[in-house]
């Protein structure tokens, strides 16, 4: 298996060799942190190619050229990742006390981009920098005056938006990242409660392909059991509503899979 920071050669369409390295060395090549790079793999930043046989990720050096092209100035591209943890840190981006901006992100003004669980298993929000800073310029009236009607009747009844903009965040970049039907079934499939998946999908062998192709968790899922417990339940969708949408769409995407299925004789990825 190659190792984190060991750059190897694989081939392309034309017969030429491309380096390919892993994550470690990646980011160094770019600059960036662990975590930072990371982040620009989630929100699509930069491209993972081939994974290795052990399926670890790795990224080709034409890609890290293009990232650093596109980025302009060397901070350009830490600046496009950079996150602030908790309500505290994102209100003083913003230009608000605490208890103002958690009750703009509890009611689904600004939309998480990750989470922690802290050492009393309580959830961290994470914020991008640059989304705060643009949402307090495009809507200066939401920083100050009272909370409007629609606000207000969340807060009265103690609603959350938070887990569900994340998931619907983390949802919509792993599709955008996934190449084949079966990978997006799955990626849907991810979120759903266990009873709501047997029901969606009666088939076990189906199941158990959703179940290979299944999105690892993000970078930074706690492994701690009782913290990994509760990120756990971030990752399953809760409201009614909300799991009605995401199984109608893994019914869509199951259509497509199974008519891919049909063509090659095969069940799963192509």
Not at 42 to 57: F, H, M, Y
Not at 156 to 161: G, Q, T
Not at 208 to 217: E, N
Request: glycine residues 12%; positive net charge.
């Amino acid at each position: 298996m190659m190792q984190m920071g060991t750059a190897v050669r694989g081939e392309v369409a034309d017969g030429a060799a491309e380096v390919l390295m892993g994550g470690g060395q990646a980011a160094g090549e770019l600059g960036l942190s662990r975590s930072e790079f990371a982040r620009a793999v989630q929100l699509g930043i930069v491209r993972a190619g081939p994974r290795t046989l052990g399926g670890a990720a790795r990224y080709a050096r034409a890609e890290l050229d293009r990232v650093r092209s596109a980025a302009g100035p060397p901070d350009a591209l830490r600046e496009q990742v950079e996150t602030v943890a908790g309500a505290e840190a994102a209100a003083g981006v913003v230009g608000v006390g605490p208890s103002r901006f958690t009750r703009l992100a509890r009611c689904g003004h600004v939309t998480p981009v990750g989470y922690r669980i802290n050492r009393y298993r309580a959830v961290v929000w994470l914020y991008l920098s640059v989304e705060l800073r643009s949402f307090a310029a495009q809507e200066p009236g939401m920083l100050r005056g009272i909370a409007p009607p629609a606000d207000r009747e969340l807060m009265e009844a103690k609603a959350d938006l938070r887990p569900r903009k994340w998931r619907g965040r983390h949802v919509g970049l792993l599709l955008r990242r996934a190449a084949d039907p079966w990978e997006r079934a799955a990626v849907l499939a991810s979120v759903l409660p266990e009873d709501e998946l047997r029901q969606a999908v009666p088939d076990p062998a189906e199941r158990i392909v959703l179940a290979a192709l299944a999105p690892p968790p993000p970078y930074g899922h706690p492994q701690v059991p009782a913290a990994a417990a509760v990120a756990l339940g971030l990752l399953t969708a809760g409201p009614p509503d909300e799991i009605h949408w995401y199984r109608t769409s893994l019914d869509f995407a199951l259509t497509g899979a199974r008519g891919q299925s049909k063509s090659t004789g095969e069940r799963g990825p192509t």
